[in-house]
């Protein structure tokens, strides 16, 4: 059957509630999403067998965000489909992947790797899988209760099967984690397997229809082909063989880092699009007196607030689209056995993830602030977003550790700097900055951008000379590294925001050639306004680092000032370009049509506190005390 996919999930009618979902209790979230989450994955499958074909050129990016609106929360599924499919199909072998990877297979997954006590430090992960070469299989042991794993995704009532981080042991020796496919739930009665013990973790933040849970083992055996065997085995006579790198365990974390970059970018052009749109709706106050009331957008601190957002949702589709390149690119090395870009793409990914997810959830803020009251609204969906977009930046690599990874590599070029050793050439201005060879400031894109590297230089010397100084009044070099780590996370953040700015700029540049010129222009001045709002926040680092003065500073400000005022009115026809339907923005605020305030009545006519012209608390509780007197 040839089908277009948007109209064909559109029309499937129980993927679409009545009753908004604010208004279900725990229990009743989770069994209307998972009820979904099996009509969506019946509709991948039938895509992938090509039972069904898609008429329409964006899938599967129209089924992934088509869900948001679906779900208005979480896909139960998406470690399922995101991480575990995913991760056998990076680290299984060829014949367990033959194996495991059936289109209808029974295996509902999950990625289960963060304990109860260790989720950063994941070398600290308790939880063992012991060869016993008796029966050639693993036993998989949780020791104590900070060994219990706890917050996968879909693993509370979901999963029947997970990939299990664990620490492995041959004969008495710990080859440290690997990655283990362990079945926990009977595939026809879905009760737990003997030796199992699993469980959801309860309401959180946000992610309340993704059932994450805890698992703990007692004893429980696997086949040792379980044992994710594609780069590292465990041979029949409990033979070890070695990875070409030992950190390939951690690919899946590598990927799901970039894939993220990109999904953030999404986020933001929904929060973009809810918010100006609004901002185009609400008219509050003139700004001349003898006016009316004009559109609030019209102020110039509110454009301030939005075109930052809708210009960071460029930048992190783009620089998404970059980095899921330069993976491709590096795992396609790994193949061949070349493991040489692995660092720096380790070093990108975490640095890149942590200011994605952290300026994603700001800006999100942001949005919601900039619609007054009725951002606050669950209706509005902002705080829907912001409670998904923030939980990025503590999964898949807390924002400071992450940032401390990136630190390494910085540390490392410095060091190479500093004792006058070949540097590549994407560090050759380490070079430049320790030789005072300073550019003169230009006050343009390619300007700020030499200007962010001298800060990355900058904040990078202080971060070193800071851990010299510790190491030279005998501190350990760990110890030293933890009294400097303020300064490290410093130098990692302005590293992560110099390639920001350089990766848009220029690919926003190349793109300019290849579009119209009314749309050349419109691109450049966004990616312009993200350069210059980036540089008057750091100014202050500019001043102590860069050649900058206060009349350019002066000058970027009135720059910036005249780029607001010239995207104001492509503010709308930015936002309506991202092209995000209705049905997934789920906002009343941001519908295209602009019926705000019709919705917002319409939306309160749904709360079940309505539903009663006199609630039944009244005469329970409070007619008995305001009344006492008068009976
Ligand atoms: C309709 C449905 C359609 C569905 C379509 C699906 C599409 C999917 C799209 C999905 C997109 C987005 C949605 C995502 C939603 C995700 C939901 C949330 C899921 C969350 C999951 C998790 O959180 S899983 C758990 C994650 N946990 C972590 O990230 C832990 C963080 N900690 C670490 O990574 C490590 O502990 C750390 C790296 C900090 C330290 O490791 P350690 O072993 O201690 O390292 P050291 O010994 O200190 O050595 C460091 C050296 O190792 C190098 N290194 C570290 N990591 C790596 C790596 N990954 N690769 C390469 N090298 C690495 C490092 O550079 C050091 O090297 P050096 O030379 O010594 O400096
Ligand atoms: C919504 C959500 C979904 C998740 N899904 C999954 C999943 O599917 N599978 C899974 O396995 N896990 C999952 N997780 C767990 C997640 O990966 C961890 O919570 C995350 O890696 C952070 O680890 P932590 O909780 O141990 O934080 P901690 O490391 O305890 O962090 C607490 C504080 O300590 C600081 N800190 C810790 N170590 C250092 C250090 N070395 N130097 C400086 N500061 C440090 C941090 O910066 C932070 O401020 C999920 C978490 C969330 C919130």
New binding site residues.
Partial sequence: MMIHTNNYILNIKELWDDVPEEYLSHKERYENAIKK?FI??K??RQLHTGNIQITDHRT?TN??S??DG?FRN??P???H???FW?TIAAQASTEQQAEWLQPDSSMIGT?V??ELGH??????IETTATYDSTTDEFILHTPRLSAYKW???GLGNTANACLV?AQLYINGTCH??HIFLAQIRDFDTHKPLPGIKVGEIGPKMG?NT?DNGFLGFDNHRIPRTNMLMKNVQVLRDGTYVKPK????T?????L??V??I???AYQLSKAATIAVRYSAVRRQSPIKSNEPERQILDFVSQQHKLFITIASSHVYRVVGLWMWNSHKRVTADIHEGNMGQ??E???L??CLKAISSRDASALVEQCRLACGGHGYMMASNLPQIYAYTT??V?????YT??L??TA??LV?FWRLAAEHKPLPQNFAYFEDYIKKNFEQWRNSPEGIIEGFKAIVAGKTKAAYDTLQCNLRNGREFEEAWNMASVQLTNASEAYARSLLCEVFWKETVQLSTKVSKSLAIVLEQLAELYLMYWALEKHGDLLLYSTISRNDIEALQSRYEELLALIRPNAVGLVDAFDIRDEVLCSTLGAYDGRVYERMMEEASKSPLNEDVVNESFHKYIRPVTMKNKL
């Fill in positions: 989450a969506v994955l509709v991948l599967p089924v992934y088509i869900q679906i979480v896909n599924l998406l470690i489909i995101g991480l995913s990625y790797q963060t989720g950063s430090f994941i070398r600290g917050w996968p995704g981080m440290g984690l992610f993704a790198h030992d950190k390939l951690y690919g899946s974390m590598l799901t880092r894939t993220l990109s999904d953030l692995l660092p793409l380790h070093a990914a975490c939980a990025a503590t999964y898949e690599g807390e550790v992450l401390l990874q390494r590599y490392k």
